[in-house]
C-alpha cells in the first residue's frame, strides 16, 4: 500500500471514530436535557400538589368552624 492510500485510510478512520464518539456524546447531552426537563416539571408539579393540599387544610378548617358555630348542620342531623 503507498503512503498516499495510508494516509487517506488513517485520515477517514479517524473521521468516522470522531463521528461516532460525536455521537454518543451527543445521545449523552439530550438525555441529560430531557431527565432535567423532566426533573423541572416534577418540580412544578409538586409545587401544585402542596399548594392545593394547603387549600383543602384551610377549606377543612373552615368549614370545621362554621360547623362548631352552628351554620353548617353535622352529618348525622341531615336526612338522606
Not at 423541572?40 to 387544610?57: K, S
Not at 373552615?62 to 336526612?79: N, V, W, Y
Request: avoid cysteine; proline fraction near 4%; charge should be negative.
Amino acid at each position: 500500500m503507498d503512503p498516499f492510500n495510508q494516509l487517506v485510510a488513517i485520515v477517514f478512520g479517524t473521521a468516522v471514530a470522531l463521528a461516532l464518539v460525536g455521537v454518543k456524546a451527543y445521545a449523552i447531552w439530550a438525555g441529560r436535557r430531557a431527565s432535567n426537563l423532566d426533573a423541572r416539571r416534577i418540580e412544578e408539579l409538586e409545587g401544585r400538589v402542596a399548594e392545593l393540599e394547603e387549600r383543602a387544610d384551610f377549606a377543612e378548617r373552615l368549614l370545621t368552624e362554621e360547623r362548631h358555630q352552628g351554620q353548617i348542620p353535622s352529618a348525622a342531623d341531615t336526612p338522606v
